[in-house]
Nanobody, 114 residues
Framework: QVQLVESGGGLVQPGGSLRLSCAVSGSFFSFHSTGWYRQAPGKSREFVATITSGGRTNYADSVKGRFTISRDNAKNTVYLQMNSLKPEDTAVYYC????????WGQGTQVTVSS
């Protein structure tokens, strides 16, 4: 059974940084693309970033240059380094894994506020 567990969310001031982690179990993690989505209050879930098994990355325009996705295949973990955070980055962030289907974590709350 594939499981994804996010951590690292919290409250941060505008301009601050956070690093999210997502530990994946029950899958051949290194073979699959993985990524992050987010959902702000009252809005639809939106794509944030993805990284392929080969390390190729893709970002939403709204986070390009501020967020960095990376993965550690030895630890079955994907990361999202978020810098220069803005209030509009406030959302629940979800980790995903594309295997025989799309798997989702339970989400971690990120709040950017002074």
């Amino acid at each position: 059974q594939v499981q994804l567990v996010e951590s690292g969310g919290g409250l941060v001031q505008p301009g601050g940084s956070l690093r999210l982690s997502c530990a994946v179990s029950g899958s051949f993690f290194s073979f699959h693309s993985t990524g992050w989505y987010r959902q702000a209050p009252g809005k639809s879930r939106e794509f944030v970033a993805t990284i392929t098994s080969g390390g190729r990355t893709n970002y939403a325009d709204s986070v390009k240059g501020r967020f960095t996705i990376s993965r550690d295949n030895a630890k079955n973990t994907v990361y999202l380094q978020m810098n220069s955070l803005k209030p509009e980055d406030t959302a629940v962030y979800y980790c995903t894994l594309a295997s025989d289907g799309m798997y989702w974590g339970q989400g971690t709350q990120v709040t950017v506020s002074s």
